[in-house]
């Protein structure tokens, strides 16, 4: 905790301020949280009596009840699909800096062998540098590529 009070310091940030500010809010919180929750209980208890006074006293509740699970099956359902699609692609990032890791190793294993090649040391390095260079210059600099693309280079 200590370590965390002088992060903040350093930052800037006053602890107790900070921490007085998280409790008011707390405070405020709660109270929307019981009101909510009060409501809700409300909503429920008068949807229960409409739903008793059309279909009886058995069916209402069974209907309420198939409701909340339904509802509790979507929202699992979505939570499901979404921790899956963040771990393909906590996977698929992960996959991409491991390829990128094995060519950068590769080159820079190969960089040496190939560099003892006369033909490489007077060829090679010439036409690398010409193709380095013609990038560079071709690449546009500063510019947002979404107003390129749509002709509204402002610079």
């Not at 339904?70 to 979404?82: D, K, Q, R």
């Not at 560099?115 to 690398?128: A, N, T």
Request: no cysteine; net charge positive.
């Amino acid at each position: 905790m200590q370590l965390l009070a002088l992060a903040a310091s350093v930052l800037g940030i006053e602890v107790d301020e900070l921490l007085e500010h998280l409790k008011r809010n707390a405070m405020a919180w709660s109270a929307v949280a019981l009101f909510a929750l009060i409501g809700l209980v409300f909503l429920l208890v008068g949807l229960h009596a409409w739903f008793v006074s059309m279909w009886g006293p058995i069916v209402a509740p069974l209907i309420i009840g198939a409701a909340g699970a339904v509802i509790a099956v979507a929202i699992w359902a979505g939570i499901t699909i979404s921790d899956n699609a963040a771990r393909r692609h906590a996977t698929q990032r992960r996959n991409t800096a491991e390829k990128t890791a094995l060519v950068t190793t590769a080159a820079l294993t190969a960089i040496p062998l190939v560099m003892k090649s006369d033909l490489v040391r007077k060829v090679g390095i010439p036409i690398g540098g010409a193709l380095a260079a013609a990038y560079l210059l071709a690449k546009p600099t500063g510019s947002h590529p979404d107003r390129q693309a749509n002709g509204h280079d402002t610079e």
